[in-house]
């Protein structure tokens, strides 16, 4: 059984910084996509960010693009989420995701993906 467990979040200014951790266990990870996903009150969820655990090719939101960067450690079994230049549109609650590529319909889609973690929440001040 995966396990996906996030942590990092919290309150910080708009224009500020946050980096999000993901950390996965009971799996073979070198064969998953992993995704970053958020849910903002009264919004439905959406794909922020995914990383392909093998060689690192990563996709982005065009709503994130060259503010936020996906990246991964073998070693560790964790994925991060570099925020930087944060909005207080950001202001979410962020998910990890793992896929094991069995039912795939592209990285941003949340049906790819089996597991999920309990969500950190990301709240941006004006």
């Known amino acids: 059984q995966v396990q996906l467990v996030e942590s990092g979040g919290g309150l910080v200014q708009a224009g500020g910084s946050l980096r999000l951790s993901c950390a996965a266990s009971?799996?073979?990870?070198?064969?998953?996509?992993m995704g970053w996903f958020r849910q903002a009150p009264g919004k439905v969820r959406e794909f922020v960010a995914g990383?392909?655990?093998?060689?690192?090719?990563?996709d982005y939101a065009d709503s994130v693009k060259g503010r936020f960067t996906i990246s991964r450690d073998n070693a560790k079994n964790t994925v991060y989420l570099q925020m930087n230049s944060l909005k207080p549109e950001d202001t979410a609650v962020y998910y990890c995701?793992?896929?094991?590529?069995?039912?795939?319909?592209?990285?941003?889609?949340?049906?790819?993906?089996?597991?999920w973690g309990q969500g950190t929440q990301v709240t941006v001040s004006s």
């Open positions: 009971g799996g073979t990870f070198s064969t998953y996509i």
């Open positions: 990383i392909k655990w093998s060689d690192s090719r990563a």
């Open positions: 995701a793992s896929s094991g590529g069995t039912t795939w319909y592209g990285m941003s889609h949340q049906s790819s993906y089996d597991y």
